[in-house]
């Protein structure tokens, strides 16, 4: 952890032995490549994606178990621009995976219609404690209409991970 609280994610390492696409059979070998290179670029988020996460809406989390295993865990959600902004608290085993593991899924869908949905591929780019409590209880005031978040626990401390999406799906 840095002076002012955040935590650097670090890539893990893991590769894909093929690409997570299927590449024409036209394309040449540096075609290809830059094909690589653009999916990992950020994506913006869309009118349809900021109405979703602007709203009351869960989102389902998907991060890599180290076993591999997927693991899937509503959570709030929230943005900054482009990036979106999940609150949990340290220790739990989302924030130990992205630690560990950066890549993830977002699947958000309105409450009212769960056939309005996105879906959101990235990483998470860095996690911080500063203004982790604030933020939780903005999320509280939006979800559950209470000022302060009230499943806080004695000594647990709150993170903030900064997802860049690099995939929006709509």
Known sequence: MDQRG???VR????RCEKPPFKP??????????????????????????????EGKNFAFLATIMPDGAPHV?????????????VNTAMGRVKQKNVTREPRVSLSV???????????????????????ADAHIDNLAKKY??????????AGEKRVILKIQPTHVLT
């Open 6 to 8: 955040s935590i650097q």
């Open 11 to 14: 890539d893990s390492g893991v």
């Open 24 to 53: 024409q059979a036209n394309l040449t070998s540096a075609e290809e490549q830059r094909l690589r290179i653009v999916m990992l670029m950020p994506a913006k988020l869309n009118a349809k994606a900021i109405k979703l996460i």
């Open 73 to 85: 865990a509503p959570v709030w959600i929230d943005r900054e621009g482009d990036t979106i902004l």
């Open 109 to 131: 869908a309105d409450q009212s219609n769960m056939y309005d949905k996105i879906v959101i591929h990235g990483r998470v780019e860095s996690q911080t404690i500063e203004g």
């Open 144 to 153: 559950i209409g209470k000022d302060k978040y009230p499943w806080r626990t």
